[in-house]
């Protein structure tokens, strides 16, 4: 079993930042990718930023150049910074891995949680 564990979203005013983490655990033999999503009140879940093992990141049009996604491969942990904020940021925000629980498993999909964050004045 394995788990993601988000933290640090909140509450900023628009122009702020915030930083949020993500820790898997559990049985990990390996991780291909970890990546954020977000779902706002009423729309789809959506990819907000993608790292691969390769390192080649990928990013939604509408955060380009305000996020920023990280990557720990040693301790198995993820971040994402978002400066510039602005309110249609807000929404929850989810932590995606493809993990591979052993040399001779498939690869699985495992969510955090979530993570609210809201931009408002």
């Known amino acids: 079993q394995v788990q993601l564990v988000e933290s640090g979203g909140g509450l900023v005013q628009p122009g702020g930042s915030l930083r949020l983490s993500c820790a898997a655990s559990g049985s990990i033999f390996s991780i291909n990718t970890m990546d954020w999503y977000r779902q706002a009140p009423g729309k789809q879940r959506e990819l907000v930023a993608t790292m691969p093992t390769s390192g080649r990141t990928n990013y939604a049009d509408s955060v380009k150049g305000r996020f920023t996604i990280s990557r720990d491969y040693a301790k198995n942990t993820v971040n994402l910074q978002m400066n510039t904020l602005k309110p249609e940021d807000t929404a929850v925000y989810y932590c995606?891995?493809?993990?591979?629980?052993?040399?001779?498993?498939?690869?699985?999909?495992?969510w955090g949680q979530g993570t609210q964050v809201t931009v408002s004045s």
């Open positions: 995606y891995a493809l993990v591979m629980t052993n040399n001779a498993s498939p690869w699985f999909r495992y």
